[in-house]
């Protein structure tokens, strides 16, 4: 969807969203309180510069506007994929966004991600998987790498995979599949504002994403080794 | 003297914790492997390629973790995130004195896809949790496999990064990058670029690994002891002060590096003398030379 209508639909009360080089910021208006809006159209690769660009942000919310939200509207290809980016060590970029979130989340702000359009794997994970909540719009498209690229590394036939990612919630894209693994928390469909309002109310800092894959039977094995880990227990015994 | 980076996961707790003190956490004789490598004819490892547990460090309770980087390049699953994540809990749970994690991963195992991302995801959401919990968090990266994607990114969220000059840190490996945007773009055989790029010494330089040490397994013990030590002195958690002047650090670099192409053209703008005798250094003059040609941050924690 493009981000223009996606923001009319998300926000009625209006906003002041900009795009710069396919990066988006702005403020908005959710259910009368000002909510920060970041993030990326274009299905652009996140870069180092993005990244930055994004941490920046949420940086200046978090010193600026204590408690106000954050929206993290994700569209992109995946990380950059240059040697420049590694050269200059976009790992360290992708981790200090993601340290910003994790900072504007434990002083108190809500930070929501929403997959509007696509979310590849290095691009995804440290915005909407790091949020307090991720969902996603139900045509868009989540995954780590498409099939043959999976298939090319793994040395396990194309053909394969396909049929694999048929009803296998571990290989196939899709924000249903998230859903199930617990990476999501919801799916939006029609009314988008109502959505976000209720996903801010709801919003809490503690990470509940294996004891949902484990509810929506995506991830079953996730959430007992972890306890097991935990207690000192064993996981056959659960 | 040993090379850390010839060990396996296995060899590495012993010779990085007190000898005799580690104990690790759902054994291999728990048979807990991955459930999904099974449909790709795939092997299994009863550790999933991790050994997670508790032992003692210079006498104090520290957790800890070792990627193995012989089975499936030390690529992370469901059952080995969640390895991490339990471990991590736990010792906030028991108020570790600190985590040691000695990683070697390529990142997301890519034979279960998506719950290796939302794993990733829940071991550096884990971490944070470790830290905001006043507990330090030490990365160790110098296994022959490097330390690659997802797990690229949760070394930097460790407070200190150590490496060897051997160990490799990164997001997408130079074969991806070649893959991707053709051999003019990352030729991957040309060894020395791919060190240039991604070795210990380039992130000491640019200030994204905070200690190198020579590849000796005693060295990476003596480095963990003294790193935890020195992170006891301060503020481990996330602060906006840290963020901000790691934000000013980050924008700085890339000044710095506009229009420079290649690893030692960046070397020379931070004031190395001769870049090109950096990668002939052993680690005691290079860190000697390298000791006022440092990108750091000035102040606040990592």
Not at chain 2, 181 to 210: I, M, P
Request: glycine letters at 12%; proline letters at 4%.
């Amino acid at each position: 969807m493009d981000w223009q209508l996606l923001a009319t639909r998300l926000f009625p009360g209006g906003h002041d969203i900009v795009e710069n080089d396919n990066f988006l910021s702005g403020t908005a208006q959710v259910d009368g309180r000002p909510v920060t809006v970041i993030g990326t159209t274009g299905h652009t690769p996140i870069g180092i510069e993005i990244a930055l660009a994004q941490a920046q942000a949420i940086l200046g919310t978090v010193q600026e506007h204590p408690g106000r939200p954050i929206l993290i509207l994700v569209d992109t290809q995946g990380q950059r994929l240059r040697h420049r980016d590694e050269m200059l060590g976009i790992n360290s970029y992708m981790a200090h966004l993601g340290k910003c979130v994790d900072l504007a989340r434990r002083e108190g702000h809500a930070v929501i991600g929403l997959v509007y359009d696509q979310a590849l794997s290095g691009g995804f994970i440290t915005s909407g998987l790091i949020a307090s909540a991720c969902y996603a719009l139900p045509q868009s498209t989540i995954r780590v790498m498409g099939l043959p690229a999976m298939a090319r590394i793994t040395k396990v036939p194309e053909e394969r995979l396909t049929e694999l990612a048929r009803d296998n919630p571990v290989f196939a894209p899709g924000p249903e599949n998230y859903l199930r693994m617990g990476g999501l928390h919801g799916i939006w469909e029609d009314d988008l504002a109502g959505q976000l309002v209720q996903a801010l109310g709801e919003a809490r800092d503690e990470d509940r994403r294996m004891a949902l894959g484990r509810e929506r039977g995506g991830r079953l094995l996730a959430q007992p080794v972890a306890e097991a880990v935990r207690a000192g227990g064993h996981v056959r015994a659960t | 003297m040993s090379s850390y980076q010839e060990l396996t996961a296995r060899q590495r707790i012993p010779a990085i914790f007190d000898a005799g003190s580690f104990e690790e956490f759902l054994p291999p004789s728990e048979r807990v492997a991955s459930p999904h490598l099974a449909q790709l004819d795939a092997p299994v490892s009863f550790d999933d390629g991790v050994v997670v547990g508790r032992g003692k460090l210079d006498g104090k309770l520290v957790f800890g973790a070792a990627q193995e980087g012989g089975f499936m390049g030390g690529a992370v699953g469901e059952v080995h995130g969640a390895k991490l994540v339990g471990m991590l809990r736990r010792a906030i749970d028991e108020n570790a004195h600190a985590v040691l994690l000695l990683l070697e991963s390529g990142g997301v195992r890519l034979h279960e896809a998506n719950a290796g991302l939302i794993a990733v995801s829940e071991v550096m959401r884990a971490m944070l949790d470790v830290r905001a919990a006043g507990i330090p968090v030490v990365a160790v990266v110098g296994g022959a496999n490097g330390c690659f994607g997802g797990m690229g990114i949760a070394a930097r969220c460790a407070n200190t990064v150590i490496m060897s000059e051997e160990g490799r840190l990164a997001m997408s490996g130079p074969e991806v990058i070649e893959t991707a945007n053709g051999v003019e773009e990352f030729d991957s055989r040309d060894r020395a670029l791919v060190w240039r790029t991604t070795g210990g010494k380039h992130r000491y330089l640019l200030g994204d690994c905070q200690v190198l040490v020579a590849d000796e397994s005693d060295a990476f013990r003596q480095a963990a002891i003294e790193a935890i030590a020195g992170l006891h002195g301060g503020e481990v958690r996330l602060t906006l002060d840290g963020l901000l002047a790691e934000q000013a650090m980050l924008a700085r670099r890339l000044q710095d590096a506009e229009g420079l192409a290649e690893p030692m053209e960046v070397w020379g703008k931070l004031g190395v003398p001769e870049p090109a005798r950096v990668p002939m250094l052993e680690a005691d003059a290079f860190l000697e030379m390298a000791a006022s040609h440092r990108a750091t941050i000035e102040k606040g924690a990592r």
